[in-house]
């Protein structure tokens, strides 16, 4: 069911088009980089964490990883993801499809700085056997975020 609600939130803003269904399981970033034919940094993971309460969905690369205190200096609280057994409830996709797409209502979206290397970024879309193939204007407005973020490590070559 979160397959369809998040592809046609992406049909309705004429982005449906970018959907591709795999075969082969999309659930993590080596996974879905295998199955989408692209290299993993280039898969927009969606990570969800609790602040306040509230689901926040952080997308960044696939070869960034969520910093402590980056996240902290920025939401104001240590970075608590949401436990996967609470995920859909929360957000609306279970865990391996998790994205920004037909969230939950109430869930923020901030999209992190890691991305911003990339001109096309693959996104999950709502299921473990699907990716969204999106230029970075694009992945802004299909994800309405509330803005961008520098929250990851791990991906800049001084790192």
Known sequence: MSFQVAKAYLDSIGLGDRVIATEAPSSTVEQAARALGCAPAHIAKTMAFLVDDAP???LCAG???VNNSMFKARFHTKAKM???DAV?????HAPGGVCPFGAKPGAQVYLDESLRRFDVVYPACGDDHSGVRLAIPELERATCAEGWVDVCRGWRLEE
Do not use: F, M, S, Y
């Open 56 to 58: 926040v969905l952080i």
């Open 88 to 92: 859909e409830e929360l957000v609306g």
């Open 63 to 65: 070869d960034a990883r």
């Open 82 to 84: 949401i436990p996967g």
